[in-house]
């Protein structure tokens, strides 16, 4: 039987520089502050200009969480690095090797995650298995994305909806027998149906439609997603994941302190805390601020929840995702005693 268990002990985050507002994009495109705030909740995103990668705001959430975590960059700090995203820097190869060598942290196994909006969920799963396998100690996982790189300029409704950024956290091995504490990864579920792959996708480009000969049209290169079923799909996978963590925790709803789930649209996210049973005050949201930022939007959310004092050590926290894939997860924790960075 494994007596190890897994905590998290640092987090940090980062945002490009460049603040869209709702106004911004009504000056290039057929919408209003009106539609976007009434039927998303989102009133500024942040962009990363030109030159800028997601391994760039990768290399920066990553350095914040091992500082959150009292560590220094430098080989030995981390055993392993997991990096989740939707937008790499490149095709081939993963972007996750290139983030653990410019944070120095030696020759460790580093690696992506491709679960788009529930990357971070997936990437906490893996590396905790890592940990519990007893093949590291302590591990960096990221959620980065650029979204900004591919989406459609002419689809106003992916455009007002994602931005751009970058979330980290470091686990690290802890005894098995401090089963309640703070910061402990207590359970996590996982889930897909690619049935739904076409609900978000990028046509081109991959190796069905690849991105030489022929040439996809130029539009079959960016980001597509069928808002209204994915809306629906969204809330139900979120509700029943979360749900199945809080049966097998036997945790009733009354006892989750804040509900972190993947920031798409404020209506969702309320619409998953009514099915709970949860108020929805007790929901996070950040969205407001950054927009969804798919794989880096919860551990920005907890970065924000925690700047502001919400999520204070001990609370019991149930982080929820849905994306493109389809893939769903939830995990829970108790909240640790951190200063995130
Ligand atoms: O992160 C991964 C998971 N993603 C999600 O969970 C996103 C889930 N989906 C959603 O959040 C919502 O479906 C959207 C925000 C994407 C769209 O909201 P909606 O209430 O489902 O709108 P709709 O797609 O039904 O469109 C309603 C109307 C349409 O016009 P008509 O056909 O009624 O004349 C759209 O053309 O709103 C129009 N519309 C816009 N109008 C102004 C769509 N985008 C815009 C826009 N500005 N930006």
């Known amino acids: 039987m494994d007596n190890t268990a897994v905590a998290l002990v640092g987090l940090g985050s980062y945002l490009p520089p460049q603040r869209i507002t709702n106004e911004t994009l ?3 495109l057929d919408t209003t502050d009106e539609w976007i705030t009434s039927r998303t909740g989102i009133r500024s995103r942040y962009w990363a200009g030109p030159g800028v990668s997601t391994g760039d705001l990768a290399v920066e959430a990553g350095h914040r969480a091992l500082k959150s975590a009292g560590l220094e960059a430098g ?41 788009v909006c529930s990357g971070f969920l997936y990437a906490l799963a893996a590396a905790s298995s890592h940990i519990h396998a007893g093949l590291a100690r302590r591990a960096l996982v990221i959620g980065a994305e650029t979204y900004s790189t591919i989406l459609n300029p002419t689809d106003r409704t992916t455009n007002v909806i994602f931005g751009d950024g970058a979330g980290a956290v470091v686990l ?25 792959r076409n609900l978000i996708t990028i046509p081109a480009g991959g190796s069905r439609q690849r991105a030489t000969t022929p040439a996809p049209a130029a539009d079959e290169h960016y980001f597509t997603m069928q808002g209204k079923q994915v809306f629906t799909q969204a809330v139900n996978r979120m509700t029943e994941s979360s749900q199945t963590v809080l049966d097998r925790l036997g945790w009733s709803a009354d006892q989750v302190d804040w509900l ?9 996210l309320n619409a998953v805390a ?22 880096a939007s919860i551990p920005l959310a907890l970065a924000d929840a925690a700047a502001d004092g919400s999520l204070t050590p001990g609370a019991r926290v149930l982080l929820t995702a849905f994306g493109g894939g389809l893939t769903w997860g939830s995990v829970a924790l108790t909240w640790p005693d951190i200063i995130p960075a």
């Open 26 to 28: 009504c000056a290039r």
């Open 75 to 115: 080989a030995g700090a981390v055993d392993l690095v997991v990096l989740a995203t939707t937008t790499p820097d490149n095709p081939c190869p993963a972007t996750a090797p290139d983030v653990a060598s410019r944070l120095d942290l030696g020759h460790v196994p580093a690696y992506d995650i491709a679960a």
């Open 172 to 196: 690290s091995a802890v005894p098995g027998e401090e089963t309640d504490g703070n910061g402990l990864l207590l359970d996590m579920d996982l889930g897909s149906d690619g049935s739904g």
């Open 260 to 268: 972190v789930g993947h920031q798409a649209n404020v209506r969702i």
């Open 274 to 295: 009514r099915g709970l049973g949860i108020p929805e005050e007790r929901a996070v949201i950040n969205l407001d601020k950054v927009g969804n930022t798919s794989a």
